[in-house]
């Protein structure tokens, strides 16, 4: 791990994503040591679900994203969204 990146890891755990975009930086930051965590996708598993939308979960604010094709586009959830930690 380089050295830079292990200090950036050791904040992780004094630090509370507040928002939709934090959630997904800090799944940007981990998925490069995808390849050496065992079992990543299970263990990532929470974060990714506070970047589902749920009714209970205060993700109302969305968007739609339109695709170039015509198709109907998929709906995100926008980063400024807060989350539930």
Known sequence: MDTSNLKASYKLRDSKPTTVGDIRR???????????????????????????????????????????????GSVVIMSNTPVDW
């Open 26 to 72: 800090l799944i940007g930051f981990l998925n490069y040591y995808l390849k050496y965590i065992q079992n990543f996708s299970q263990i990532a598993r929470p974060l990714f679900e506070l970047l589902q939308k749920g009714p209970t979960q205060g993700r109302d604010i969305v968007k739609k994203r339109n695709f170039k094709d015509g198709g109907k």
